[in-house]
Nanobody, 118 residues
């Protein structure tokens, strides 16, 4: 059974940095391209970064390109999101899941809140 646990969010000033982590239980992690998603209040959830199964390929939404870096550790079954130069508009709940197909149907973890505020 898959369980997704995101962590690392918090309150940060504009220009600051945070590193998010997402641990996935079970044995399927290394077989999935993974992604970080975010959902801001009143908006739809959007994919902001993705990484291939072995970590050789990454892709980013234009809004975060050059500021966010996704990485993964298949031994630890964890995917990371390094967020630098944070902006007010990065405020959202951040989730991880499969990037092409989700890990377990409609299941999502609880997410981690990122708030960028002065």
């Amino acid at each position: 059974q898959v369980q997704i646990t995101e962590s690392g969010g918090g309150l940060v000033q504009p220009g600051g940095s945070l590193r998010l982590s997402c641990a996935v239980s079970g044995s399927i992690f290394s077989t999935y391209a993974m992604g970080w998603y975010r959902q801001a209040p009143g908006k739809q959830r959007e994919l902001v970064a993705s990484i291939s199964r072995v970590g050789s390929t990454t892709d980013y939404a234009e809004s975060v390109k050059g500021r966010f870096t996704i990485s993964r550790d298949n031994v630890k079954k964890t995917v990371y999101l390094q967020m630098d130069s944070l902006k007010f508009e990065d405020t959202a709940v951040y989730y991880c899941n499969g990037a092409v197909r989700h890990l377990a149907g409609d299941y999502w973890g609880q997410g981690t809140q990122v708030t960028v505020s002065s």
